[in-house]
Every structure is written in structure tokens, then in C-alpha cells.
């Protein structure tokens, strides 16, 4: 695994982050906070600042279909984002494509899935999940 230093997330984060959760609202104007932040926080509580819902589960099997149909296609090929978009009752490879970009999906600038255990998808950056383990010296599937 690559560490990413302060320094390297001093470049990587430029931008003002605003999160709000019902317990407090947290300013990170840039790298220094935003490393103190994730250093400081328990892991159980990240997840929800690294998670962003893409779907929720309430659509069930038309999930893959909607991602298809309102997400880039990044690195699927033409033939499983074809079928997603197709749904679930008009092609029986549907499941193995859906199964495929949930595992695989990630945009240029870093943006994976993730699928929640009630059926919903969340987008989530690769880069952040990195750092986290990082500074905090975890397994971020295993303690999030």
C-alpha cells in the first residue's frame, strides 16, 4: 500500500471541505485540518464522510440499471454498460455486469463503488479511503 505523506495531502486536498453531521459542523479549509480530522475521528464514525449515496437501495435490482443510466462509464466496457442499461428483465447477464462495475467501476479522478449491505450504492474517493488506512494504521473495510 502507498503512504500518502502530509505534504502529498496538502496538494491532493486544495479545496474547502464543509461536512455537517447532527453532532457538529466541521470547517476544513485545507490539508493540515483535514489530516488532523481523520487522525482524530474514531473509524466507526467516517464512514460517514466518505460515503456518498449514489442510489438507494429502495429501486432493488434496477439499481445497476439507474447507475448505467446516470453515472460516466469510466472502465466497464461497452458490452456490460450496454447490458446495465438494458435492465435486468431484458438481458440474463445482467447480475454478472452489475456484479463487474460494483467491483471494478472507478473514475479518472478516483471515484469507486461501494455496495451497502441494504442494496444501497454509495460513491465513495479511493484516495481518502487510502489515506485514512494511513493515518490511522487500519484496515478501512475491516473497522468502518
Given at each position: 500500500?502507498?503512504?500518502?505523506?502530509?505534504?502529498?495531502?496538502?496538494?491532493?486536498?486544495?479545496?474547502?471541505?464543509?461536512?455537517?453531521?447532527t453532532r457538529r459542523t466541521i470547517d476544513l479549509e485545507n490539508a493540515s485540518?483535514?489530516?488532523?480530522?481523520?487522525?482524530?475521528?474514531?473509524p466507526e464514525e467516517l464512514g460517514e464522510y466518505v460515503f456518498q449515496l449514489?442510489?438507494?437501495?429502495?429501486?432493488?435490482?434496477?439499481?445497476?440499471?439507474?447507475?448505467?443510466?446516470?453515472?460516466?462509464?469510466?472502465?466497464?466496457?461497452?458490452?456490460?454498460?450496454?447490458?446495465?442499461?438494458?435492465?435486468?428483465?431484458?438481458?440474463?447477464?445482467?447480475?454478472?455486469?452489475?456484479?463487474?462495475?460494483?467491483?471494478?467501476?472507478?473514475?479518472?479522478?478516483?471515484?469507486?463503488?461501494?455496495?451497502?449491505?441494504?442494496?444501497?450504492?454509495?460513491?465513495?474517493?479511493?484516495?481518502?479511503?487510502?489515506?485514512?488506512?494511513?493515518?490511522?494504521?487500519?484496515?478501512?473495510?475491516?473497522?468502518c
Amino acid at each position: 500500500m502507498k503512504t500518502v505523506t502530509k505534504s502529498q495531502a496538502d496538494k491532493i486536498l486544495v479545496k474547502k471541505m464543509t461536512t455537517t453531521t447532527t453532532r457538529r459542523t466541521i470547517d476544513l479549509e485545507n490539508a493540515s485540518e483535514i489530516y488532523q480530522f481523520l487522525k482524530d475521528t474514531k473509524p466507526e464514525e467516517l464512514g460517514e464522510y466518505v460515503f456518498q449515496l449514489a442510489i438507494d437501495g429502495h429501486h432493488g435490482i434496477y439499481c445497476g440499471q439507474i447507475f448505467a443510466k446516470n453515472f460516466v462509464q469510466a472502465n466497464i466496457s461497452e458490452n456490460y454498460w450496454r447490458i446495465l442499461k438494458d435492465g435486468p428483465e431484458n438481458n440474463e447477464e445482467y447480475w454478472e455486469a452489475w456484479e463487474h462495475t460494483a467491483d471494478h467501476w472507478e473514475t479518472d479522478d478516483g471515484y469507486c463503488l461501494h455496495l451497502g449491505e441494504s442494496g444501497d450504492v454509495f460513491c465513495y474517493k479511493s484516495l481518502v479511503v487510502r489515506m485514512i488506512e494511513d493515518i490511522k494504521d487500519i484496515n478501512f473495510w475491516e473497522e468502518c
